[in-house]
């Protein structure tokens, strides 16, 4: 299914540029190392990343030697995600101590909202516009019940730049603002936030920072250590492509007295509560998933992680270039290398949502649409497998459901 080159849509833009047929020839071979069906046009990372089958096949070995002894097996890969910590620990930033494997970010924001010990009657949590609907309701119901209100600034999509970010987050502050929580990279728009910047401004108010850094491991060079924020949650079955199931949550240390355990189990003690041991075993749960972590890390460094977030923004500029060539389209994301990778939001025009579904399930194409206001709303997040001309044949789908 390679485009041919030279050749137009009817809504009149090149398919593939040189420059990315030539990169497309080192890509090539990297499709095969997932699951995906040839026919699949999967433009969906940015809700669920599909694992290379080595990680899928560590899992799935992890599963079953887990399963033929589980009394002496369940304490083997205790070491096991011992050890996957040291590894994720050193690739994210991150001391082991300072944080735990959960199961994905909206627990781990959870974790968070219902754990906080500074947030009560009378005091504010600041937010953004931006922010992923799952966190958006564990604020609110938070809020319900610990009696603080929330008070959101709105980023304009896109930004003029990152000082402009600074400046509104900064103005939004008041005496009450006890918390702020935003995202690293927001699932909306793919805006990357000044995360250091706006961390320093609020903590020169005593401002405590909870950061959603859902899409931010595997897409970009993390270190979170550096970031200055208080509390920060990451995926690992996104862009860094581990096992569906596995995320962590990363407190400071001079944070972690601020936040009771969400759930209490063997590792709590009355008298002598630490971090790791309120969060770090909540019962039984599934050791195999966490423990092939480790192997999504070595796939990626075996591309090299520079390669990856450079190919991720190659292949974004495609689709800004070809998608906000569609006539009436507007760009979510900017353009500016700081502030954007992977993942592009457009606003294309209100396209008939029965139309569109069709076109796109005609050609087996998976990607994050739905009706605005005023637009309709598609997010294209893309990586190491994709092709240019699985972008061109999205451009193919929305020219023809805007044709009728």
């Given at each position: 299914m390679e485009a041919?080159?030279?050749?137009?849509?009817s809504?009149?833009f090149?398919?593939?540029?040189?420059?990315?047929?030539?990169?497309a020839?080192e890509?090539?071979?990297v499709r095969g190392?997932?699951?995906l069906?040839?026919?699949?046009v999967?433009?969906n990372?940015?809700?669920?990343?599909?694992?290379?089958?080595?990680?899928l096949d560590?899992?799935?070995a992890y599963?079953r030697?887990v399963?033929?002894n589980?009394?002496?097996?369940l304490?083997?890969y205790?070491g096991?995600?011992?050890?996957?910590?040291?590894r994720l620990g050193?690739?994210?930033?991150?001391a082991e101590?300072?944080?735990?494997?959960i199961?994905?970010?909206?627990?781990g924001?959870?974790m968070v909202s219902?754990g906080l010990r500074?947030?009560?009657?009378g005091?504010?949590?600041l937010?953004?516009?931006l922010?992923?609907?799952?966190?958006?309701?564990a604020?609110?119901?938070?809020?319900?019940?610990?009696?603080?209100?929330?008070?959101?600034?709105e980023?304009?999509?896109?930004p003029?730049?990152?000082e402009q970010?600074?400046s509104?987050?900064?103005?939004?502050?008041?005496?009450?603002?006890r918390?702020?929580?935003f995202?690293?990279?927001?699932?909306?728009?793919?805006?990357?936030?000044?995360?250091?910047?706006?961390?320093?401004?609020?903590?020169?108010?005593g401002?405590?920072?909870?950061?959603?850094?859902?899409?931010?491991?595997?897409?970009?060079?993390?270190?979170?250590?550096?970031?200055?924020?208080?509390?920060?949650?990451?995926?690992?079955h996104?862009?860094l492509?581990?096992p569906?199931?596995?995320?962590f949550?990363?407190?400071h240390?001079?944070?972690?007295?601020?936040?009771d355990p969400?759930?209490?189990?063997?590792?709590?003690e009355?008298?002598?509560?630490?971090?790791?041991?309120?969060?770090?075993?909540?019962?039984?749960?599934?050791?195999?998933?966490p423990?092939?972590?480790?192997?999504?890390?070595?796939y990626q460094?075996?591309?090299g992680?520079?390669?990856?977030?450079?190919?991720?923004?190659?292949l974004?500029s495609?689709?800004?270039?070809?998608?906000?060539s569609?006539?009436?389209?507007?760009?979510?994301?900017?353009?500016?290398?700081?502030?954007?990778?992977?993942l592009?939001?457009?606003?294309?025009?209100?396209?008939?949502?029965?139309r569109?579904?069709?076109?796109l399930?005609?050609?087996r194409?998976?990607?994050p649409?739905?009706?605005?206001?005023?637009?309709?709303?598609?997010?294209?997040?893309?990586h190491?497998?994709?092709?240019p001309?699985?972008?061109?044949l999205l451009?193919?789908?929305?020219g023809?459901?805007?044709?009728?």
């Amino acid at each position: 299914m390679e485009a041919n080159p030279g050749t137009r849509h009817s809504i009149g833009f090149s398919i593939v540029s040189a420059h990315l047929r030539r990169v497309a020839v080192e890509w090539s071979s990297v499709r095969g190392q997932f699951e995906l069906p040839d026919d699949l046009v999967y433009l969906n990372n940015g809700s669920f990343g599909p694992s290379p089958k080595v990680v899928l096949d560590a899992a799935t070995a992890y599963l079953r030697q887990v399963d033929a002894n589980p009394g002496e097996m369940l304490s083997v890969y205790r070491g096991k995600v011992q050890e996957t910590k040291t590894r994720l620990g050193a690739y994210a930033g991150m001391a082991e101590d300072d944080f735990v494997f959960i199961t994905n970010v909206t627990v781990g924001m959870n974790m968070v909202s219902r754990g906080l010990r500074n947030l009560g009657e009378g005091d504010e949590l600041l937010t953004t516009n931006l922010e992923y609907g799952a966190v958006d309701n564990a604020w609110e119901f938070a809020a319900r019940h610990k009696g603080f209100e929330i008070r959101r600034v709105e980023i304009p999509s896109p930004p003029d730049d990152a000082e402009q970010i600074v400046s509104l987050i900064r103005a939004g502050f008041t005496k009450r603002t006890r918390v702020l929580s935003f995202s690293h990279i927001s699932t909306k728009t793919g805006l990357i936030f000044p995360v250091a910047e706006i961390c320093a401004a609020a903590r020169e108010r005593g401002i405590v920072t909870v950061v959603d850094g859902a899409h931010a491991p595997g897409m970009i060079p993390l270190d979170v250590s550096s970031l200055g924020c208080d509390f920060y949650a990451g995926n690992c079955h996104k862009w860094l492509c581990a096992p569906k199931g596995t995320a962590f949550l990363w407190s400071h240390d001079a944070a972690q007295a601020l936040l009771d355990p969400f759930i209490v189990g063997w590792g709590w003690e009355r008298d002598n509560e630490t971090y790791l041991g309120n969060f770090e075993n909540p019962g039984t749960h599934c050791l195999a998933l966490p423990a092939a972590v480790a192997h999504a890390i070595g796939y990626q460094e075996s591309i090299g992680r520079d390669v990856i977030a450079a190919r991720g923004r190659e292949l974004a500029s495609y689709g800004r270039a070809v998608i906000g060539s569609i006539p009436g389209t507007r760009i979510l994301t900017p353009d500016n290398p700081a502030l954007a990778n992977s993942l592009t939001a457009f606003a294309l025009p209100l396209i008939d949502q029965e139309r569109l579904a069709a076109e796109l399930a005609t050609r087996r194409i998976v990607i994050p649409n739905g009706p605005r206001e005023d637009h309709t709303w598609l997010r294209l997040s893309s990586h190491v497998y994709n092709m240019p001309w699985e972008i061109d044949l999205l451009a193919e789908a929305i020219g023809a459901a805007i044709a009728g």
